[in-house]
């Protein structure tokens, strides 16, 4: 069955770029059939959608993050990540990886990422 | 963006009935009927309960059913049992974007 998992630094600095991979195991990423998406929560706050990207390559952004996130696929590696620049304590979160199919049906576990110096 | 709005809490007795609301615009919620909602226990990965406003996956029991009335979004919890307690969230199709609800922790007392 179809499993995510996310990987990267769970510490990074102020300033620079958070970036987070997602393996996909059981399945292709190439599907047209699906999408690919992070999502991510603060300690003791809800969810928020960060962006998602489509088999054409086509990327949707969060408005609110627009302009410092970009999610790219290596169909090569059957992964996709996430790059989100200039980062301070409140892109502090644990960050999910989730597949797409209407809505968010497989889910990575998640991964806590702190934002400190 | 703005997050929907979902109550803080919501509680009930085993066996009782529970229901959560989710409400947006019509740019949201109202537009489409792509709203669909997440079961999340403490230190775990959200889970899928309903999408399309009222369908439920495989393996979800059918004690959960979802429905929508324009811009508020709906989901009950019949029979409620001990295993239901968790935080919930709605989600909704919003044109090329998406956006969860604030959350409701559903205490099974």
């Known amino acids: 069955q179809l499993q995510l998992q996310e990987s990267g630094p769970g510490l990074v600095k102020p300033s620079e770029t958070l970036s987070l991979t997602c393996t996909v195991s059981g399945g292709s990423i190439s599907s047209s059939s699906y999408y690919w998406g992070w999502i991510r929560q603060p300690p003791g706050k809800g969810l928020e959608w960060i962006g998602s990207i489509y088999y054409s390559g086509s990327t949707y952004y969060n408005p609110s993050l627009k302009s410092r996130v970009t999610i790219s696929v290596d169909t090569s590696k059957n992964q996709f990540s996430l790059k989100l620049s200039s980062v301070t304590a409140a892109d502090t979160a644990v960050y999910y990886c989730a597949r797409g199919r209407g809505a968010f049906d497989i889910w990575g576990q998640g991964t806590m990422v702190t934002v400190s110096s | 963006q703005s997050a929907l709005t979902q109550p803080r809490s919501v509680s009930g007795s085993p066996g009782q009935s529970v229901t959560i609301s989710c409400t947006g615009t019509?740019?949201?919620?109202?537009?489409?009927?792509?709203v669909s909602w997440y079961q999340q226990h403490p230190g775990k990965a959200p889970k899928l309960m309903i999408y399309d406003v009222s369908k439920r996956p495989s393996g979800v029991p059918d004690r959960f059913s979802g429905s929508k009335s324009g811009n508020t979004a709906s989901l009950t919890i019949s029979g409620l049992q001990a295993e239901d307690e968790a935080d919930y969230y709605c989600?909704?199709?919003?044109?090329?974007?998406?956006?969860f609800g604030t959350g409701t922790k559903v205490t099974v007392l």
């Open positions: 019509s740019s949201d919620v109202g537009g489409y009927n792509y």
């Open positions: 989600c909704s199709y919003a044109g090329s974007y998406r956006v």
